[in-house]
């Protein structure tokens, strides 16, 4: 029951009654059992992830110049990940700027494609212009973030396949996985997912234990989460013990 929550975001008393083959009043406790012990809210009509973070959403600039450090020596270890010749996808946010910012100050890197869905990424990729091209999603601009979301950036990522994506996001949890807090915005990181071999996550220690409306990925659809050492041990215990992607820690002082 859990897992169908998480996996859809909003399930109704109606629709987990049905799956489970059991009566609305036994899914009713049921729900009051997980309310209180794994991250599910009752909502009117059904249930669905506990926000636990914060539900005011940072602009670009705001979260730039928090765990600033963190993010930078994040960036340092997931950008070694890029090797010349590669096509890569950076996500939208101010740890994807900092991986930007490292696969720019990388001289060895060479014939390498990066598509973001993030303009002032972009921007700071122009830089390493013509040793990479740089490839803009378009679509429907979204001040908050300077990203760009559906409905026309999901075409992109029906048109190509990329080797690598650095995905951002503002929960990491063990049970619901990765979450984003702007729903736009989640949905085009799972057509970023998709459309790559591989997918990392990189995000602050701040976001370790953390479950927002906008449902990515399960663990397991991720190689590896970067975190940042601020992330609470205990938060970081249960990643690992869920199991389904490796779980690294990086160290603030980590080259």
């Keep these: 029951m859990l897992s169908l929550i998480a996996d859809r975001g909003f399930v109704r008393v109606g629709e987990l009654s049905e799956t489970f083959g059991v009566s609305d009043v036994t899914v009713r406790g049921d729900l009051s059992v997980l309310e209180g012990t794994q991250g599910v809210r009752r909502v009117h009509g059904g249930a669905m992830p506990r926000v636990t973070g914060p539900l005011h ?23 070694a990940l890029v090797q010349p010749g590669m096509s890569v996808i950076v996500d939208v946010g101010s740890t994807g700027m900092a991986v930007a910012r490292e696969l720019v100050r990388r001289e060895d890197l060479y014939d390498v494609t990066v598509i973001t869905n993030g303009l002032t990424i972009a921007l700071e990729l122009e830089n390493a212009v013509p040793r990479m091209q740089v490839i803009v999603t378009g679509g429907t601009l979204r001040p908050l973030q300077h990203s ?15 080797d690598l994506a650095f995905i951002g996001c503002n929960g990491v949890d063990a049970a619901s996985g990765i979450t984003n807090i702007n729903l736009p915005e989640a949905e085009l990181k799972r057509d970023m997912v998709r459309a790559s071999a591989r997918a990392v996550v ?10 927002h409306l906008g449902r990515i990925g399960a663990l397991g659809d991720f190689e590896t989460v970067f975190l940042g050492a601020s992330a609470p041990k205990p938060a970081v215990a249960e990643l690992r013990k869920a199991g389904g992607a490796e779980i690294v820690v990086v160290d603030t002082e980590a080259s």
């Design 57 to 79: 959403e940072l602009s670009f600039e705001e979260a730039l110049e928090s765990l600033a450090e963190e993010k930078r020596a994040i960036a340092r270890i997931a950008s």
């Design 148 to 162: 760009l979301v559906a409905p026309l950036a999901t075409v992109m990522f029906e048109r190509v396949h990329a």
């Design 202 to 211: 990189v995000a602050d220690g701040s976001k370790a234990g953390r479950v």
